[in-house]
């Protein structure tokens, strides 16, 4: 095991009394990020992000430091939009930063706007999380009080307003340029890039960065202690510390903060200061180390780090930081059939491979999860697969806009290659699958046979 | 009722101005008119596209795509149960089962008394608090079916007003930005340089030898 002493960096506030009061959060070194960071130059800030090395927490994992630098030079107004959007299915943490302590994203925003020279802010709270809403509000308010945001903050030259935004109930508006369609009071549909790049061309088409929640309640803690600080936590690409939710069978579903890079999904699955372990002493049968998006992994890879690079070299993704555990009761024809079902359901409908091919999905696996499946069904279903993300690789390919067509392809992908002959017997008949699968996390399970009888 | 009330149209207002482009305020808008009706009404939609300066279609175009607006009443709780793949591996499945049979309808319909509205959602961000609802927007994790029943129980004899309040309502703290303490909206086209940055310059690039 390697359980490691790191500070608990976005956490610490979680079990705090009031901990969300403007009160609390300054006897507890809040707004010394911001202060350390008027104190310096703005680029000085950005290099002291850029040392940090923070990926964002969003999904992508792109360096915040190096994406902020993408804003064309001169050309402003620029805007800061905060993805409070979090839905990709098995995450929650943003929603936990939000209303456990709203205060230190706001710090995060004001240092990230400082820095980029943002002269507006929006923060864009998923719709359906009354609480966060409130508790942002509420924060907002008593930091305008302060003297914290708007004019002249903290008697400096630096006024931003941070505006609270919130959404109505679309998974695709996380995306980050529908983000932006939804921002502009739109239907929620992602703009093609290029041109569309949100550095670039981005809200009323001026240079914007979207960055999430995680990633900004990071930036006080780095501007108080230094980038330098965070960097000597975690490993290769991965720095500082991250917040995972465990869910499914598990003993002790929980968000835990870990640290980044070195910790391993053996660690945070079966640690008891983590999960845990199995629920009821039983075998795991598979996990999704990244949320619904990512492809699955097994017990071969548990002692894998929780290390960006090498996830993403096992054809996986560390995505949104969620694990959602599998044990050896599940039944994968029914897992598989209600993520694909969400990407159906969530399609904003723009491209033909996704709109038509994520509900062509989710009927054959329908059927087949009903015992009404043809023994050509899997075929079908890969063949489908392979339109949407041509070769089945990792990274995707994509005929779609935006990820999400590719996204549903993960879980089908996983299942038919690990578990072949649940789906064989379910059909009732041997199944032959010849379209190539060609993902690391997909192949490197054990050979699956070509042909299983039922 | 269904344009907004003078209250809420002052409201508007305020909120309108935090933008450079009023049509940004819309969806804030659209939770605004359902948190006065219940739902969106065809005339609040008419209200709102004068108010930002488009077409009632535009505002129907942008209401349609979001799950939600709810363009015809609902019952007084929307009960929202998860059945995404954390909250299903915890049966999160059956417990929208039995929703179903307490609540004597099948998901995505309201009681006859209009007082519940059922609906099988996607994951809302508690997976580690499986299985999981929503009433009004407001989190019940980790609840039993015995949980279910008493909180339907309570629900129908009044509720818990102080905590769920009538569907349409989301946070009951609402933003305000003092008047003498705005930075103002950055409209494009009327914006430079911030003069944080001028004020700031970075130094030059050392000269390449
Ligand atoms: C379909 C889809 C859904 C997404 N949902 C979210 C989300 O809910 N929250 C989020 O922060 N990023 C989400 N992202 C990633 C964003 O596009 C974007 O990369 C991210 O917000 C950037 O922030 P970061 O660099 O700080 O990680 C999503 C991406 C896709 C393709
Ligand atoms: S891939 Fe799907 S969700 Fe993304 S733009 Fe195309 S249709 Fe919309
Ligand atoms: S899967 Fe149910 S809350 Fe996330």
Partial sequence: MTITEAPRIVSSRFDVADGHTIDVYESTHGYEGL??????????????????????????????????????????????????????????????????????????????????????????????????????????????????????????????????????????????????????????????????????????????????????????????????????????????????????????????????????????????????????????????PGGSSAPWFFEEHLDLPLEKGVVDRAGSMLGSGAVVVFDETTDVVKAALRVVRFYARESCGKCTPCREGTSWLEKILERISDGLGRPSDLELLVDVCDNISPGIAWPPKQTTICPLGPSAVSPIASAVTRFRDEFAARIGEPVTVSTPITGGAYTAAPDAPAEVGA | MSRLTPENVTLAEEIIGRYPRPKSALIPLLHLAQEQDGYVADD???????????????????????????????????????????????????????????????????????????????????????????????????????????LVDELAAGGRPDEIPPHGTLARVRQHIPDDRAAGPAVPGECGEPVWITARPAPAPEPRS
């Fill in chain 1, 35 to 288: 202060r350390a960071a008027l104190a310096k130059r703005p680029d000085e800030v950005v290099e002291e992000v850029k040392t940090a090395s923070l990926l964002g927490r969003g999904g992508a994992g792109f360096p915040a430091g190096v994406k902020w630098g993408f804003c064309p030079p001169g050309v402003w107004p620029r805007y800061l939009v905060v993805n409070g959007d979090e839905s990709e299915p098995g995450t929650y943490k943003d929603r936990l930063l939000m209303e456990r302590d709203p205060h230190q994203l706001i710090e995060g925003v004001l240092i990230a706007c400082y820095a980029i020279g943002c002269e507006q802010a929006f923060l864009y709270v998923r719709g359906e999380m009354a609480l966060a809403q409130e508790r942002i509000a509420a924060a907002l308010n008593e930091a305008y009080a302060k003297g914290y945001v708007g004019r002249n903050i903290m008697g400096s030259d630096f006024s931003v307003d941070v505006v609270l935004h919130w959404g109505a109930g679309a998974y695709i508006v996380g995306e980050e340029t529908a983000l932006i369609e939804s921002l502009e009071g739109n239907r929620g549909m992602p703009r093609l890039k290029p041109p569309f790049f949100p550095a670039a061309k981005g809200l009323y088409l001026q240079p914007t960065v979207v960055n999430n929640v995680e990633t900004l309640s990071n930036l006080p803690w780095i501007l108080r202690e230094g980038g330098a600080a965070f960097a000597e936590l975690g490993a290769e690409a991965s720095r500082g510390t991250r917040l995972f939710a465990v869910s499914g069978h598990v003993r002790q579903p929980g968000v835990y903060e870990v640290e980044f890079g070195v910790t391993t999904f053996r660690d945070l699955i079966y640690s008891p200061l983590y999960a845990g372990g199995i629920r009821d002493g039983n075998e795991i049968k598979a996990y999704i």
């Fill in chain 2, 44 to 150: 609040a939609m008419e209200h709102l596209a004068e108010l930002v300066g488009v077409t009632p279609a535009e505002v129907l175009g942008t209401c349609s795509f979001y799950e939600m607006f709810k363009r015809e009443p609902v019952g007084t709780y929307v009960v929202n149960v998860c059945t995404n793949i954390s909250c299903q591996l915890l049966g999160g499945e059956e417990l929208l089962h039995h929703a179903e049979e307490r609540l004597g309808i099948r998901a995505g319909s309201t009681t006859a008394d209009g007082r519940f509205t059922l609906e099988d959602v996607e994951c809302i961000a508690a997976c580690t608090e499986a299985p999981c609802l929503q009433v009004n927007y407001r989190y019940f994790h980790r609840i039993t079916t015995d949980e279910f029943d008493a």
